[in-house]
């Protein structure tokens, strides 16, 4: 069964420091893997994709994350978290051909002045 | 290229009134996806369209949820009689078929049941 797990319901971080958020999926076949962010009130933006080409994948805004399959992870990082980063953070996994989206729980990102 | 768009962007009625939510997915993107959002929580899908058939309605509560997506293309998603535990912002998203597919989200629907 597919399934992803964001593994932090809330990170608190200074702005100007690192941000890590983390995701965690199970899949019966080879994924596709997404960051989405979601700002109050606003839509769903994506952030990065992972497709099956370079494991490390690099975003928009200066966030990255790598595809890790012997650790079933795919971690967001950002090297200086800044004020306008302060959102939720969904992790996403489908599986081709079926065309089907699955949600971890989301992650909402505070930073601190 | 023209994103996905949704109408109206705020809905708010009373418990038991009927309301009816509208999607234009990106032209030539045959999966269209409706998807409930309760505040503080993540997206849940409620139904998913291939070209005009359902492919996944497991998670629609379908004594109130209807949705239908005529010719392939435009989708309405109803609630009829509302509740109160129906407030939420109603997603539609879309995707093409392919190795590299993904999501592409529409602004949402703010809904308000008093």
């Known amino acids: 069964a597919q399934s992803v797990t964001q593994l932090d319901s809330h990170v608190s971080v200074s702005e100007g420091t690192p941000v890590l958020l983390r995701c965690n999926y199970s899949?019966?076949?080879?994924?596709?893997l997404f960051w989405y962010v979601q700002h109050p009130n606003k839509g769903l933006q994506l952030l990065l994709k992972y497709t099956s080409a370079a494991t490390l994948v690099k975003g928009i805004n200066g966030f990255e994350a790598e595809f890790k399959k012997s650790e079933t992870s795919f971690h967001l990082t950002k090297p200086s978290a800044h004020m306008s980063d302060a959102a939720e953070y969904f992790c996403v996994v489908s599986e081709y051909p079926f065309n089907k989206f699955y949600f971890g729980s989301g992650t909402k990102l505070n930073v601190k002045p | 290229e023209a994103g996905v768009a949704q109408s109206p962007r705020y809905k708010i009625i009373e418990k038991r009134q009927s309301v009816a939510f509208w999607c234009n997915p990106i032209?030539?993107?045959?999966?269209l996806y409706w998807y409930q959002q309760i505040l503080g929580q993540g997206p849940k899908l409620l139904i998913q369209f291939q070209n005009n058939g359902v492919v996944d309605d497991s998670q629609l509560p379908k004594d109130r949820f209807s949705a239908e997506r005529l010719k392939g293309v435009d989708s309405t998603l109803k609630i009829q009689p509302a509740k109160l535990e129906d407030s939420a912002v109603y997603l539609c998203?879309?995707?093409?078929?392919?190795?590299?597919?993904?999501?592409?989200f529409g602004p949402g629907t703010r809904l308000t049941v008093l």
């Open positions: 899949s019966s076949y080879s994924p596709s």
């Open positions: 032209s030539g993107h045959a999966t």
């Open positions: 998203a879309s995707s093409f078929e392919g190795l590299d597919n993904e999501q592409f």
